[in-house]
C-alpha cells in the first residue's frame, strides 16, 4: 500500500498554460518535500515544507501544504519546456521518508 | 566539482555475476542512502548509513551489502545478479541524517541480460 498518492501521473500541456500537481496521504507529515528529475539525473530538491497552510514560492513554482499536513500542491504559472521533468514528493512520516510515485511533466514548446 | 559522484553510469551485466556500484560526497555530510527506482519511476530505500551505524531495509535481499570505508563513501555490492535486479541504482547523503535535504547522485543504470 502506498502511503503517498500523487496526481496526475502524466500530465502534457502546452507551454504558457498553468498547472497544478497533487501530494495526498491519510498520515500526517512531518514535513514535506518537492523534488524534481530529469532524464539521465538524480533527483533535485525544489523546497521542503513543514507548517500546516505554509506556502512557499520559487519563482513561478507555488508550493502549497495542506493545514491538516496531509496533503500538498505544486502550482506552476506560464510553464516553460524548461519545467519538463518528474515531480517527486516526499513526506516524512514516523521518521521515514516516504516516497510518492511522481508526477511525469512534459511541456510542449 | 560534483557532490554525490557515483560510478559507474551504465552496467550491463549477464544473470548470476556479482557487481559493485561506489559513491563518494564531497559534501561532508554524515549520512549516506542507496535508492533504487524501478521502472515506474518509484524510489525505495534500500539503506541508510549514518556514520558507523548501518541501517538496513530487510525487504532488500541479502545479495546487496553497502560498504562504506569512511564517512564521504558507500559503496553497493551486488551479488548473484538476477533480472529483477534491473533498474536505477542512485546514491544520495544528507546533512543531519533525519532524511532531510537529500542530495542525489545521477544513478547507476543496472541491466541484468
Known amino acids: 500500500t502506498q502511503l503517498l498518492e500523487q496526481s496526475p501521473q502524466f500530465l502534457s500541456i502546452q507551454e504558457g498554460e498553468n498547472l497544478t500537481v497533487y501530494c495526498n496521504s491519510s498520515s500526517v507529515f512531518s514535513s514535506l518535500q518537492w523534488y524534481r528529475q530529469e532524464p539521465g539525473e538524480g533527483p533535485v530538491l525544489l523546497v521542503t515544507?513543514?507548517?500546516g497552510g505554509e506556502v512557499k514560492k520559487l519563482k513561478r513554482l507555488t508550493f502549497q501544504f495542506g493545514d491538516a499536513r496531509k496533503d500538498s500542491s505544486l502550482h506552476i504559472t506560464a510553464a516553460q519546456p524548461g519545467d519538463t521533468g518528474l515531480y517527486l514528493c516526499?513526506?516524512?512520516?514516523?521518521?521515514?521518508?516516504?516516497w510518492g510515485a511522481g508526477t511525469k511533466l512534459i511541456i510542449k514548446p | 566539482d560534483t557532490a554525490v559522484s557515483q560510478t559507474p553510469k551504465y552496467l550491463v551485466t549477464q544473470m548470476g555475476n556479482d557487481k559493485s556500484i561506489k559513491c563518494e560526497q564531497n559534501l561532508g555530510h554524515d549520512t549516506m542512502y542507496w535508492y533504487k527506482q524501478d521502472s515506474k519511476k518509484f524510489l525505495k530505500i534500500m539503506f541508510s548509513y549514518n556514520n558507523k551505524e548501518l541501517i538496513i531495509n530487510e525487504t532488500v535481499p541479502n545479495r546487496f551489502s553497502p560498504k562504506s570505508p569512511d564517512k564521504a563513501h558507500l559503496n553497493l555490492h551486488i551479488n548473484s545478479l538476477e533480472l529483477g535486479d534491473s533498474a536505477v541504482y542512485f546514491c544520495a547523503s544528507s546533512p543531519t541524517g533525519t532524511n532531510e535535504k537529500l542530495f542525489f547522485g545521477s544513478g547507476t543504470q543496472l541491466s541484468v541480460l
Open positions: 516526499a513526506a516524512r512520516i514516523n521518521y521515514q521518508l516516504i
Open positions: 515544507v513543514v507548517t
